[in-house]
């Protein structure tokens, strides 16, 4: 791309994330910035010295353990967590199971209990035990017990749709208390609730719940990573503080968040595979600087495959990841990545 086109798809990016997202535009100068940070001739771009900030885990020891999809090193998931501790150098790493959900960790949280406590012995940096809420597993069409409220809405029965959600809800916050209560005794520093709200209004309020109870049972710090930019009205009835939470876009999310008394925020931009680095990177810019200045818990905000101008691929290409990171430090505010 030309200098100009890269403007230009900035420009449209910052525009968008404004229009659809109710926040404010990025300015001309924040947008020269962040045109003269992809203009930068070095394949890897970094921040200045004494601007670097945290870096957090989701997914844990899952990058480099037997799981096929990443590394798939033959290493022990202690191993795992001293890798991405001494090796790789972050700031936060998270024990989590192949099977990253708190309904299936359930029946093992005695053995991922032991997991924690031994590397709790042998680490530095805090650890977090990371799974997902994943709603759609209550539901009889993924072998849960609900009847699938999508199966439902085909035969007009809204009414049973949202009950069947909200019971499942009920079940999602007794199951992420399970977890935390077992992870507290065991040592653990806090709880990562990843990829939260990926079924729907029904699925993010069942971890405000369960976010209210851990504040109250454990000594965890809970840490919220979101599944999108805006939350799917799969109830549309439900609220939480007085606000409807069908529709709510990230700053509205976090703040909710806060309310529940979460300790950090993951907030999300989904990138769009048919528009451009530069057109993603402006609109999550645009609205992920409306978080940074709306909560006041800290923004560790997701930047991995397919989120926040990160293209859509399975290797991401380090000079794009590099740029938006930066970006996304000098122009949002960002706490973490």
């Known amino acids: 791309m030309t200098k100009?086109?890269?403007?230009t798809e900035l420009e449209a990016g910052n525009t968008e994330a404004a229009e659809k997202g109710h926040v404010a535009e990025l300015s001309s100068g924040e947008l020269e910035t962040v045109l003269d940070i992809m203009l930068e001739p070095s394949k890897i771009v970094a921040v200045e010295r004494g601007k670097e900030i945290v870096m957090s885990r989701d997914g844990g020891v899952l990058k480099y353990t037997g799981c096929a999809r990443y590394a798939g090193v033959p290493i022990s998931k202690e191993q795992g967590i001293i890798i991405g501790e001494r090796i790789i150098g972050?700031?936060?790493?998270?024990?989590?199971?192949?099977?990253?959900?708190?309904?299936?960790?359930?029946?093992?949280?005695f053995d991922e209990a032991h997991h924690m406590e031994n590397?709790?012995?042998?680490?530095?940096?805090?650890?977090?035990?990371?799974?997902?809420?994943?709603?759609?597993?209550?539901?009889?069409?993924?072998?849960g017990?609900?009847?699938t409220p999508t199966e439902l809405l085909k035969?007009?029965?809204?009414?049973?749709?949202?009950?069947?959600?909200?019971?499942?809800?009920?079940?999602?916050t007794k199951d992420i208390m399970?977890?935390?209560?077992?992870?507290?005794?065991?040592?653990a520093d806090g709880l990562n609730i990843d990829t939260t709200a990926a079924a729907g209004d029904a699925e993010f309020y069942g971890t405000l719940k369960a976010i209210e109870q851990i504040k109250k049972e454990t000594s965890l710090a809970v840490e919220v990573g979101m599944a999108s930019e805006t939350i799917i009205g799969m109830h549309i009835g439900l609220e939480y503080d007085g606000k409807r939470l069908a529709g709510l876009w990230p700053h509205e999310q976090g703040k909710l968040i806060e309310k529940a008394g979460a300790s950090i925020f993951g907030p999300v931009v989904n990138t769009r595979p048919t528009k451009s680095f530069p057109w993603n990177l402006a609109r999550s810019l645009a609205l992920v600087k409306a978080v940074s200045q709306s909560v006041?818990?800290?923004?560790?905000?997701?930047?991995?495959?397919?989120?926040?101008?990160?293209?859509?691929?399975?290797?991401?290409?380090?000079?794009?990841?590099?740029?938006?990171?930066?970006?996304?430090?000098?122009?949002?505010?960002?706490?973490?990545?």
């Open 4 to 7: 100009e086109q890269i403007k």
């Open 155 to 172: 035969e007009g029965k809204i009414k049973e749709s949202g009950e069947t959600q909200e019971r499942a809800a009920e079940d999602l």
């Open 90 to 109: 972050l700031d936060t790493m998270e024990l989590g199971h192949a099977d990253y959900s708190f309904k299936p960790c359930k029946p093992i949280a």
């Open 296 to 337: 006041r818990i800290p923004i560790h905000v997701n930047m991995g495959m397919g989120v926040c101008g990160v293209p859509m691929t399975d290797i991401t290409p380090v000079d794009a990841v590099t740029r938006a990171a930066k970006s996304m430090i000098i122009i949002a505010d960002v706490d973490g990545i």
């Open 145 to 147: 017990k609900w009847p």
């Open 178 to 187: 399970y977890l935390a209560r077992i992870m507290d005794q065991s040592g």
């Open 119 to 143: 590397a709790q012995m042998l680490t530095i940096v805090p650890l977090f035990y990371g799974a997902m809420p994943n709603l759609g597993v209550y539901y009889q069409s993924l072998g």
